[in-house]
């Protein structure tokens, strides 16, 4: 498993190389007290874009490695605003809308999120990877 680095949200970054060929924005909107950093252009959407410990997402991935026509995507997945904490590797489900894992939020930290498929190709947003502030 690759080393992530102690870099902060929403720039943490992986030892992991990218994938991308193009690059990629994405958008911050502000609520009342929270930010929402939307990646659906990128292809990666949370569901709901709430959430804090205790709570589970639908995570959707139709980015990259499912459009270069991986069969198995990994969500690898840590909480952590200087540092990634808990790391995990999730299978994600493929369907009609791209792959998809319902995921327990285990931490009120941000929640950071790269992606693998079974060859081991990464897509990690550039080197930023897809990062989701956490409520609390």
Not at 22 to 39: A, G, H, L, Q, V
Not at 101 to 127: E, M, Q, R, V, Y
């Amino acid at each position: 498993m690759p080393k992530t680095t102690n870099s902060a949200c929403p720039t943490s970054k992986t030892s992991k190389p990218s994938t991308s060929k193009t690059s990629t924005t994405t958008k911050t909107s502000k609520t009342s007290k929270t930010s929402t950093t939307s990646y659906t252009s990128n292809g990666v959407n949370v569901t709901p874009t709430k959430f804090t410990s205790g709570d589970r997402i639908k995570l959707t991935y139709n980015g990259l490695l499912a459009q270069s026509g991986a069969l198995e995507i990994y969500a690898h997945v840590g909480y952590g605003a200087s540092k990634w904490q808990n790391v995990t590797d999730i299978k994600m489900t493929q369907t009609k809308n791209g792959f998809e894992a319902t995921l327990p939020i285990s931490s009120a930290s941000n929640l950071n999120i790269a992606f693998k498929d079974s060859i081991n190709n990464w897509d990690n947003n550039s080197g930023n990877n897809y990062c989701f502030k956490a409520n609390k």
